[in-house]
């Protein structure tokens, strides 16, 4: 018999929880409907009233030159290369003047390069070195496109980059590799 009520007792206390929860969990529930109603509400009354935002945009640069770098620096920054070296060309005579980092001279000399404009990417590459004040990879960037011309059958450029490294760095590290070079690609002329 004891345990028949205590069995009734725990069932009882059980029951008692059950329902005590579910009443808080209604009361909770019917608080959050009415919160988010009420939201609702405020974020309709907001939208109604409120203006539409037009975002600002910068009044483009009166000067072409810093134009043009602006158009290179947004296309390089949105991966558009070819966006980026037209920019490039149209001001290709003035392009000391363009105001680039060290970092978007670099891309911008890469995709010259990959686009086979050895000269332009040979300029930008090794402006990019020189600003950022590192003269042993500015040389670098000159041996490398110097090779990538050499490589692409262009013995004449890949000669008169390496006649450009020896006469910017008479005593570079590079000198005797260059000469080197220069011989095989005057090889390659002789025999043409």
Known sequence: MTFGL??????????????????KYAERRRAESEREALFLADMARARSTAKPVVPATPDPPADPLQAAGARIKEALARGRAAEAIAAFGQHREQRTRLALAPGE??????A???????????????????LAGDALA???????VAGKA?????????????????DK?????????????????????GKA
């Not at 001279?105 to 890469?110: Q, T, V, Y």
């Not at 010259?112 to 020189?130: I, P």
């Not at 500015?138 to 490398?144: I, N, T």
């Not at 050499?150 to 020896?166: C, E, M, N």
């Open 105 to 110: 001279w670099e891309a911008l000399g890469r």
């Open 6 to 23: 205590l069995a009734a007792a725990l069932l009882a206390a059980g029951l008692g929880w059950f329902w005590y929860a579910w009443r």
């Open 112 to 130: 010259l390069l990959a686009q086979g404009s050895f000269l332009e990417a040979a300029w930008a590459l090794h402006a990019g070195a020189a």
């Open 169 to 189: 760095y008479p005593g570079s590290q590079y000198a005797p590799f260059v000469r080197s070079s220069m011989k095989q690609e005057e090889n390659k002329l």
């Open 138 to 144: 500015a040389q670098k960037r000159l041996v490398e």
């Open 150 to 166: 050499a490589a692409a059958g262009k013995p004449q450029l890949a000669l008169k980059l390496y006649a450009t490294l020896l």
